[in-house]
């Protein structure tokens, strides 16, 4: 069977987070802290949305680049938020889905991308599956912005620096002193940044900047999946300047030969999202943080997140893996750091749950 297999196949290795789920499958009600999607369910009015969308029969393909009502919606948002007089838009079937199109529109064999460590999973496999080099800079201890690691790290070969904030799974926002500092790095080079934005509405401690403020060489991703709990309807867009244009027309075109289109009755309904008040939800979510981090923070070193679902914890003793197995044997599940980083030192908790599991959690992480 193996020779059957392509090459980049063997690029990717998925042992980490397999191992706990094949764990994680012979428990019974275990605190679950491994979930990277928020415990509520998508707004009843959203749902309906979806279903007056369905029923009036609007099943087929849309248009390549999404919905025309929706990309206008999206198009009015970044128009007011970056000042960007001709937005370029792209609906996407999820942020990943964004992720995989920007990639495969930008990255050559060996083509160096900087990121931050800890990351978001999927950029490091699909940029090694496509020939590109990941540059990782340690973002360790307190997970801001390694401005300074981050210019040293740029060479010819750089073809764009990835962010992420608020970030998984470190649950840190960046400011926007760093943010501003590091558009000045970029703006000498010309760099093309990828700002991954899924978590800009789980913003705890005031507004969550972005770089396309500042920067007009952005593309910002964004999407409905935790926002609005709809992590299975698959939609996200990517968003740009007129100066990204030509890179996101190559998008598109990649998208029609590949997803086709986003979802279309979800298109509908994301329109009415677009408009849908999260505060209540965000609040519901930055009281979990509070009783997440008091709960920790004289037994662990941990640093406050102010936004995502997210915690980055060290471990007391030995590995972030062996602290994970040790979690799992009694009950609770968390995710080893070395599966967002190249290091193992720390686990990633998903406080995206019931209160009363997270405090079933912090008393049994406690006592390990
Ligand atoms: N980016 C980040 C940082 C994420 O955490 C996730 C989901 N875990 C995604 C992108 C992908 O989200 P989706 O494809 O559902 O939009």
Request: glycine share 6%; proline share 5%; net charge negative.
């Amino acid at each position: 069977m193996k020779e059957i297999l392509s090459d980049r196949t063997k690029l990717i290795d998925s042992s980490g987070i397999r191992k706990v789920f094949a764990l994680a499958a012979l428990l019974k009600d275990p605190v679950n802290f491994s979930i990277g999607q928020p415990d509520f369910d998508v707004p009843e009015l959203l749902k309906e949305e979806a279903i007056k969308a369905i029923k009036a029969g609007q099943n087929k393909y849309s248009q390549t680049a999404g919905d025309a009502i929706l990309k206008e919606r999206i198009a009015e948002e970044v128009r007011d938020e970056f000042g960007w007089s001709e937005p370029a838009v792209l609906v996407a079937s999820g942020v990943s889905g964004g992720l995989l199109l920007a990639f495969l529109a930008l990255i050559n064999p060996d083509d160096e991308v900087i990121i931050p460590d800890p990351y978001f999973v999927i950029y490091k496999h699909i940029i090694n599956m496509l020939g590109g080099r990941c540059v990782f800079v340690d973002s360790y201890p307190n997970f801001e912005l390694p401005i300074e690691k981050i210019a040293d790290a740029i060479t010819n070969k750089t073809k764009m620096i990835i962010l992420n904030s608020p970030c998984n799974p470190t649950g840190v926002v960046y400011s926007e002193q760093q943010i501003k500092a590091l558009a000045k790095i970029t703006a000498e080079k010309g760099i093309l940044i990828l700002t991954d934005e899924i978590y800009e509405r789980f913003c705890y401690d005031g507004e969550c900047p972005s770089i396309a403020d500042y920067y007009e060489k952005t593309l910002v991703l964004r999407g409905f999946s935790k926002s609005y709990a709809m992590t299975g309807w698959r939609l996200g867009y990517v968003a740009a300047s007129e100066s990204l244009k030509d890179v996101v027309e190559e998008m598109t075109k990649i998208q029609q030969y590949t997803f086709v289109c986003a979802p279309t009755p979800f298109q509908k309904a994301a329109v009415a999202a677009m408009d849908y008040e999260t505060s209540d939800f965000v609040d519901a979510y930055r009281k979990k943080r509070d009783l997440l981090y008091e709960g920790l923070k004289d037994k662990f070193e941990l640093v406050k997140p102010s936004g995502a679902f997210y915690a980055f914890v060290k471990a007391p003793s030995g590995s972030g893996t062996e602290f994970v197995e040790k979690a799992i044997a009694n009950n609770v599940l968390v995710i080893p750091g070395n599966v967002f980083s190249e290091k193992d030192t720390h686990f990633r908790i998903s406080y995206a749950t019931s209160d009363e599991k997270i405090q079933e959690g912090i008393e049994i992480l406690r006592r390990l």
